[in-house]
Structure formats: structure tokens, C-alpha cells
């Protein structure tokens, strides 16, 4: 258990709906990453939160937006979605920004979409 | 960026096998890690390693910055192993510390 925690475990839905995925860190980190896996796109950072506030950007779409609240949980927020977006998300954690060479991410069990 | 290749894509390996998969990176790097991802998603880290070996029980992992090369080694292997191995770096240029990925080392164990 790395403890970070995802849910929900599974998501289904259907295509033009929105939905929200949330994470809580491990106990102690600053930093929540979200990377979405599809099986012909491997491992894709979307973006990074540091304290509250957005610290890097991937290829996340204009469709997907996250935020990070003053507790340290982030919600990964879908919309319009579509079938293409059918992956499992995970989040991950770290104690920094993620500029420390030797820091490490822990990521969470992950929220498996699937739209219908 | 910094590209990450894994080798071999497959693996599949009758119990008590040993074997070796390998990292290659482009450039540089100031952070290595390794990954397990089970059968049921979950992403397990087994070693931060970005230069050097270290041994974790059936598991060890050596890397040669100076090559740009990691490997993980698993011996005795048992059908727990399968799953899918991750390398991803950091690359030492300053640029984005995000981590990238290689595509994976897909194992399959056989009782």
C-alpha cells in the first residue's frame, strides 16, 4: 500500500458526460501528479499540483481540468467525454515540487473509465 | 526530450526462471526508477536507482549512468512477478524534472 488513495475504483459512463476522479496524497507530500494509461499511449503525465497551486503541465486536453484544495486532495475533473478517454488514471504522489533529483513518486491504485 | 526504451516488449517465463530486462535512456539522468505494475493496475515502486546496484530479496537492479542503461534483474521467478515493468527517468539537464516512461516489460510467469 503505497498510501495514496484513488476513487472510484471503477467508472463507467457514458460518451458526452462529465466526471470527477479525486486522489489524497500519502501523508506528508506537497505534490499530486495525474497520469492517464491507455494501452496504445503507455504511461501520459497530465499535470503536476505543488501546495495548491499548478506546477507543470502535460498533454492534458482543454476538456480535463484538476485543482488541488487546501487539505492537499485533488480532483481530476472529465468532460464532454469521450470514448477515446476510456483509461486508467492514476495519481501520484511526492514530499516536493518534484525538483529534488532524489525525490520519488508513490502512486495510487488508480480509477479505471470506461465510456460507453 | 529524453526518450526511454525498455527491452525486451515480452517476456514469458516458465517459474523458477531467471531474467533480465533493460533501460535505455537518451541522456543523462539524475533519477531512475523502477515499477511493477500488477495484474490489477496497481503500480508498485521496487527501486530508485539512478546510478549503482541495489538488491531488494529475488529482485536487484543495477544502472550505468555513464552507459545510460539500467537493468532489473529477477531471480527464481514466480508467477507473482508477472505483470508489466516500468523504467522512468528524470532526466540531469535541468529541464523538466516530470518523469518519463518507457513503453514496459510486459512478464508472464507459468507455473
Known amino acids: 500500500d503505497s498510501g495514496v488513495t484513488q476513487t472510484p475504483k471503477h467508472l463507467i459512463t457514458a460518451t458526452g458526460q462529465r466526471v470527477t476522479l479525486r486522489c489524497s496524497p500519502r501523508?506528508?507530500?506537497?505534490?499530486v501528479y495525474w497520469y492517464q494509461q491507455s494501452l496504445d499511449q503507455g504511461l501520459q503525465f497530465l499535470i503536476q499540483?505543488?501546495?495548491?497551486?499548478?506546477?507543470a503541465k502535460g498533454n492534458i486536453l482543454e476538456r480535463f481540468s484538476a485543482q488541488q484544495f487546501p487539505d492537499l486532495h485533488s480532483e481530476l475533473n472529465l468532460s464532454s467525454l469521450e470514448l477515446g478517454d476510456s483509461a486508467l488514471y492514476f495519481c501520484?504522489?511526492?514530499?516536493?515540487?518534484?525538483?529534488?533529483?532524489?525525490?520519488?513518486?508513490?502512486f495510487g491504485p488508480g480509477t479505471r473509465l470506461l465510456v460507453l | 526530450g529524453i526518450q526511454v526504451e525498455q527491452s525486451p516488449p515480452d517476456l514469458i517465463l516458465q517459474e523458477g526462471a531467471n531474467s533480465t530486462l533493460r533501460c535505455n535512456f537518451s541522456?543523462?539522468?539524475?533519477?531512475l526508477q523502477w515499477f511493477h505494475q500488477n495484474p490489477w493496475g496497481q503500480l508498485i515502486n521496487l527501486f530508485y536507482?539512478?546510478?549503482g546496484t541495489k538488491q531488494n530479496g529475488r529482485l536487484s537492479a543495477t544502472t550505468v549512468a555513464t552507459e545510460r542503461y539500467s537493468l532489473l534483474y529477477i531471480s527464481s521467478s514466480q508467477t507473482t512477478d508477472s505483470g508489466v515493468y516500468f523504467c522512468?527517468?528524470?532526466?540531469?539537464?535541468?529541464?523538466?524534472?516530470?518523469?518519463?516512461f518507457g513503453r514496459g516489460t510486459s512478464l508472464i510467469v507459468h507455473p
Open positions: 501520484a504522489s511526492s514530499v516536493g515540487a518534484g525538483q529534488t533529483p532524489q525525490e520519488t513518486q508513490y
Open positions: 501523508s506528508g507530500d506537497l505534490s
Open positions: 499540483y505543488y501546495n495548491g497551486e499548478e506546477r
Open positions: 541522456d543523462s539522468v539524475n533519477n
Open positions: 536507482i539512478p546510478s
Open positions: 522512468a527517468v528524470r532526466a540531469a539537464d535541468g529541464g523538466s524534472y516530470i518523469p518519463t
